[in-house]
């Protein structure tokens, strides 16, 4: 059989720890698709992404630079499901467009994962084979995100709030990392994690 890259997606809500997981199997060798950074890539200046979000949201979310001013963007769309939907709705297909350019590109036996903030909230799991959710209780992501990006605790609780709930991102989970201790204690599960990815990779190849 020939060679197919392995999709994985690996998921988790904010303050989960899932960007360092992400680095951490890119430099194991996974090819990682961030579609975080992609996303800030297709509103770009200059940019038809760009574009169509001053369309629908009006000049009032650019900065005086001409770039996308995402703070205030982001206050708008985290208070509004239906504000927060039109977002998606221009973001999400140009997002799909560009991993899929890189999926593409990359060697046809790699271990492909793609960092997904939202697979849960927009039923992306069918699209993957395999689904990695990094879990950690919402305190301990609430503590995180008003230490490690100075948010107050009623900001970080409307954060979490316009996520998925812990319960649905697990249900959704294939292989569960858990993350709610210190950074060191990561390792042993990545090591494990790479390893059953590995496995599943040789298993679709034979």
Request: hydrophobic share 50%; charged share 25%.
């Amino acid at each position: 059989m020939l060679p197919s890259v392995l999709k994985v997606a690996l998921t988790g809500g904010i303050g989960s720890g899932k960007s360092e997981v992400s680095r951490r199997l890119a430099a194991l060798g996974a090819v990682v698709v961030d579609a975080d950074k992609i996303a800030r890539e297709v509103v770009e200046p200059g940019t038809a992404g760009l574009a169509a979000v001053v369309a629908e949201f009006g000049p009032e979310v650019l900065r005086e630079d001409g770039t996308l001013n995402r703070e205030l963007l982001g206050s708008i769309v985290f208070a509004d499901s239906g504000r927060l939907a039109a977002l998606n709705g221009i973001v999400h297909p140009l997002v799909g467009k560009r991993a899929a350019e890189l999926q593409d590109a990359a060697p046809a036996d790699s271990i492909m994962v793609y960092d997904v903030p939202l697979l849960v909230e927009n039923g992306l799991a069918p699209l993957y084979e395999v689904v990695v959710v990094v879990d950690a209780p919402d305190g301990v992501r609430i503590e995180r995100l008003m230490k490690n990006r100075g948010m107050s605790e009623v900001d970080a609780r409307a954060r979490l709030a316009a996520q998925a709930s812990r319960e649905a991102r697990l249900a959704a989970a294939d292989l569960v990392i858990p993350n709610d201790g210190p950074l060191d204690a990561l390792d042993a599960h990545i090591t494990a994690l790479w390893q059953a990815l590995q496995a599943r990779k040789a298993a679709q190849s034979a």
